[in-house]
T-cell receptor, first 114, second 114 residues
């Protein structure tokens, strides 16, 4: 089974702190994604990556950056956390082979910025 | 651009009732369509998918048919159980030579009462 793990289930940070969210997948997937989930808004794509050291902006990249130094690991970085970044963050990965492909999700990290 | 509109919740049903959750989409080209489910405290997992018009996806008693003429992918189940209580997300995926994105609906919370 594909496994996508995220470094924390719950995280509390203060405004202005630098925050790292880590995601690791164990199936040699090419593609990795970061979403945020907010009530009434569904999931919105922040960033994605097709390969090591490659990244593409999603729909809401402002205030975020990402890093993919190894194929299995995709990090989301909040350079200076703000209260409007309080949300559930979901990481996903996919093999990278076509239109009907499944994305596999991690359990999520619920971030609270005070 | 691409978008997904799904039935607003919450939806509350009695056990063994018939379920329909509506989903319609707007997309250029020929997207693939997905239903994902999120059980309490967990990440999203794929429930079913369809990659071309008239395909029917099915899993765990749930079904959805890709209707190009009505741009719909409604989720149905003949007899729901308490264990089906979750949030359901409709999504479309458009893949074009490396450009892959999942666009999600806002989610429908389903509660089944014994």
């Amino acid at each position: 089974d594909v496994k996508v793990t995220q470094s924390s289930r719950y995280l509390v940070k203060r405004t202005g702190e630098k925050v790292f969210l880590e995601c690791v997948q164990d199936m040699d997937h090419e593609n990795m994604f970061w979403y945020r989930q907010d009530p009434g808004l569904g999931l919105r794509l922040i960033y994605f990556s097709y390969d090591v050291k490659m990244k593409e902006k999603g729909d809401i990249p402002e205030g975020y950056s990402v890093s993919r130094e190894k194929k299995e690991r995709f990090s989301l970085i909040l350079e200076s956390a703000s209260t409007n970044q309080t949300s559930m963050y979901l990481c996903a990965s996919s093999l990278g082979q076509g239109a009907g492909e499944t994305q596999y999700f991690g359990p999520g990290t619920r971030l609270l910025v005070l | 651009g691409n978008s997904v509109t799904q039935m607003e919740g919450p939806v509350t049903l009695s056990e063994e009732a018939f379920l329909t959750i509506n989903c319609t989409y707007t997309a250029t080209g020929y997207p693939s369509l997905f239903w994902y489910v999120q059980y309490p405290g967990e990440g999203l997992q794929l429930l079913l998918k369809a990659t071309k018009a008239d395909d029917k996806g099915s899993n765990k008693g749930f079904e959805a048919t890709y209707r190009k003429e009505t741009t719909s992918f409604h989720l149905e189940k003949g007899s729901v159980q308490v264990s089906d209580s979750a949030v359901y997300f409709c999504a479309l995926r458009y893949y074009n030579f490396g450009n892959e994105k999942l666009t999600f609906g806002t989610g429908t919370r389903l509660t089944i009462i014994p």
